[in-house]
Nanobody, 128 residues
Framework: QLQFVESGGGLVQPGGSLRLSCAAS????????IGWFRQAPGKEREGVSC????????NYADSVKGRFTISRDNAKKTVYLQMNSLKLEDTAIYYC?????????????????????WGQGTQVTVSS
């Protein structure tokens, strides 16, 4: 059974850092492009960052460029999101998702509906 488990969320002060992990099971991770998405209360789900199957290409939302870094370890079936210089507006539930047949990471990040499989999410709260 294909499954994602996100971890690493929590409460952090503005300017702090967190590292999210997304562990996959039940499928071969390197067949899929992976994205991190987030959803804040009352807002639509938005793409944060997406990474190609090999990890050689990445895409970031303008709001997180220079602060967040996505990476993956296909041997460990895990995708990471390093989040630095966190801001209040980064508060959201963060989800990882997998998609097959992706030719544009920018499109994948812009359209959450393109992803086929989703994790349950991990809460990130940035507060002083």
């Amino acid at each position: 059974q294909l499954q994602f488990v996100e971890s690493g969320g929590g409460l952090v002060q503005p300017g702090g850092s967190l590292r999210l992990s997304c562990a996959a099971s039940g499928f071969t991770l390197d067949r899929y492009a992976i994205g991190w998405f987030r959803q804040a209360p009352g807002k639509e789900r938005e793409g944060v960052s997406c990474i190609s199957r090999s990890g050689g290409s990445t895409n970031y939302a303008d709001s997180v460029k220079g602060r967040f870094t996505i990476s993956r370890d296909n041997a460990k079936k895990t995708v990471y999101l390093q989040m630095n210089s966190l801001k209040l507006e980064d508060t959201a539930i963060y989800y990882c998702a997998a998609a097959l047949g992706i030719t544009s990471l920018q499109t994948m990040c812009a359209r959450p509906s393109m992803s086929d499989y989703w994790g349950q999410g991990t809460q990130v709260t940035v507060s002083s």
